[in-house]
């Protein structure tokens, strides 16, 4: 089972540079998430969408941009990438509803921005 | 807002004991829900545990359980029989009952010690 595949891993970037961060789904779940850790932290949430071609922001999301074409995929682009941006980036996805199903996290992607 | 906070950073308890993580929460919602998540070095989220908050009976699963208090807002993750297996991160999360947006504690550092 694939669950939610995230890509790439690793990565590093020169401030100033973009890139995309790839998220796909194969449960067919209608929510879908990013979520970036740093230390001491925990996880906080940058963006989230309820469905495809609905995106909204969450706690932290400056610097970042979104998208949801599909019900699988949910790419986050980072248009100008800064130092403080260098973090551990996890993807998650879930039925919506608040019926209280777990989310289903990805193995999360490491970016340091230099 | 909702806020949870876990106010040990770090633990160690001595393989085959118990040992108790704390959490605390804030929230105006009377529905929602609350995880446990297991993070060892491979940075993997993993449910442990979780409770309804519409539920009085405490969650169990296998060697974890949890003390839920609604009138504290407290939710405690006991560990019994500790595993060299259980050094990890664990994260304390809220949910709110309409919708998926998942709120994290800062974390608590276990290490069992053999």
């Known amino acids: 089972n694939a669950g939610v595949t995230q890509t790439p891993k690793f990565q590093v970037l020169k401030t100033g540079q973009s890139m995309t961060l790839q998220c796909a789904q194969d449960?067919?779940?209608?929510?879908m998430s990013w979520y970036r850790q740093d230390p001491g932290m925990g996880l906080r949430l940058i963006h989230y969408s309820v469905g495809a071609g609905i995106t909204d922001q969450g706690e932290v999301p400056n610097g970042y941009n979104v998208s949801r074409s599909t019900t699988e995929d949910f790419p986050l682009r980072l248009l100008s990438a800064a130092p403080s941006q260098t973090s551990v980036y996890f993807c998650?996805?879930?039925?919506?509803?608040?019926?209280?199903?777990?989310?289903?996290f990805g193995e999360g992607s490491w970016l340091t921005v230099v | 807002a909702q806020t949870v906070t876990q106010s040990q950073p770090e633990m160690s308890v001595q393989e085959a004991e118990t040992v108790t993580l704390s959490c605390t929460y804030d929230?105006?919602?009377?529905?929602?829900?609350l995880f446990w998540y297991k993070q060892p070095p491979s940075r993997q989220m993993i449910l442990v545990i979780r409770?309804?908050?519409?539920?009085?009976q405490n969650a169990t699963e296998n060697r974890f359980s949890v003390n839920f208090q609604k009138a504290a807002k407290s939710f405690s993750l006991k560990i019994s029989d500790s595993q060299l297996g259980d050094t990890a991160m664990y994260f304390c999360a809220f949910m709110k009952n309409t919708g998926n947006q998942f709120y994290f504690g800062t974390g608590t550092s276990l290490t069992v010690i053999p």
């Open positions: 998650a996805s879930s039925v919506t509803g608040g019926r209280g199903n777990t989310i289903y």
């Open positions: 929230t105006s919602e009377s529905n929602y829900y």
């Open positions: 449960m067919n779940h209608e929510y």
């Open positions: 409770q309804e908050a519409y539920k009085q």
